[in-house]
Nanobody, 126 residues
Framework: QVQLVESGGGLVQAGGSLRLSCAASGRTFDRYAMAWFRQAPGKERESVAA????????YYSNSVNGRFTISRDNAKNTVYLQMNSLKPEDTAVYYC???????????????????WGQGTQVTVSS
């Protein structure tokens, strides 16, 4: 079992930055691809960024590419999302997720994630 806990959300002005963290409980964290999703009120959940098990490969949605950076520290069982140049349309609840299958390859934005955190609110004001 993998348990995920997000933190780092908050209120920030447009153009500002936030860093989200997701701490995982499992000792096999380094086997799993990880991803960040977000969901705004009344909208469908969408993928934002993903990273493979080792951290070598990263993937981003078009809406955040160039502004967000996903990274991981397997020694700390933690994945991060550095968000720069934030826009009001980035406002959402952000969730981290883990793939239940070890060492997944391919475009990880399209992978099937089976473990989810509780979410952390990000609000960007103009």
């Amino acid at each position: 079992q993998v348990q995920l806990v997000e933190s780092g959300g908050g209120l920030v002005q447009a153009g500002g930055s936030l860093r989200l963290s997701c701490a995982a409980s499992g000792r096999t964290f380094d086997r799993y691809a990880m991803a960040w999703f977000r969901q705004a009120p009344g909208k469908e959940r969408e993928s934002v960024a993903a990273i493979n098990y080792s951290g070598v490969d990263t993937y981003y949605s078009n809406s955040v590419n160039g502004r967000f950076t996903i990274s991981r520290d397997n020694a700390k069982n933690t994945v991060y999302l550095q968000m720069n140049s934030l826009k009001p349309e980035d406002t959402a609840v952000y969730y981290c997720a883990a793939d239940g299958r070890p060492f997944t390859l391919g475009n990880l934005l399209s992978s099937k994630y089976t473990y989810w955190g509780q979410g952390t609110q990000v609000t960007v004001s103009s």
